[in-house]
């Protein structure tokens, strides 16, 4: 089993930047795929971005070259810096990870973006 915690969200205006952070409770070198849900009031939760083990990434079209995720398996830590936010960016970011051993997910961190 692993504990995700996210942090770094907030309010910020239309343009700025955020870095949102999900600490493990383990390792996370054997972890298969990490990565990073949205979900905006009334929507279904979407993938934003993953990372696998290796170092391979993934991003939904819509913050390709905006968004970018990294992973410090020396920190058990994964991260999401967003920049250029927009208005719908907003929701509730859930980190996940996923291995053999099954999916985890942390509670969320709220991301609002005003216009």
């Known amino acids: 089993q692993v504990q995700l915690v996210e942090s770094g969200g907030g309010l910020v205006q239309a343009g700025g930047s955020l870095r949102l952070s999900c600490a493990a409770s383990?390792?996370?070198?054997?972890?298969?795929?990490m990565g990073w849900y949205r979900q905006a009031p009334g929507k279904q939760r979407e993938l934003v971005a993953s990372?696998?083990?290796?170092?391979?990434?993934n991003y939904a079209d819509s913050v390709k070259g905006l968004f970018t995720i990294s992973r410090d398996n020396a920190k058990n830590t994964v991260y999401l810096q967003m920049n250029s936010l927009k208005p719908e960016n907003t929701g509730l970011y859930y980190c996940?990870?996923?291995?053999?051993?099954?999916?985890?997910w942390g509670r969320g961190t709220q991301v609002t973006v005003s216009s």
């Open positions: 996940f990870a996923s291995s053999t051993w099954g999916t985890y």
């Open positions: 990372i696998t083990s290796g170092g391979s990434t």
């Open positions: 383990r390792s996370i070198g054997s972890i298969s795929t």
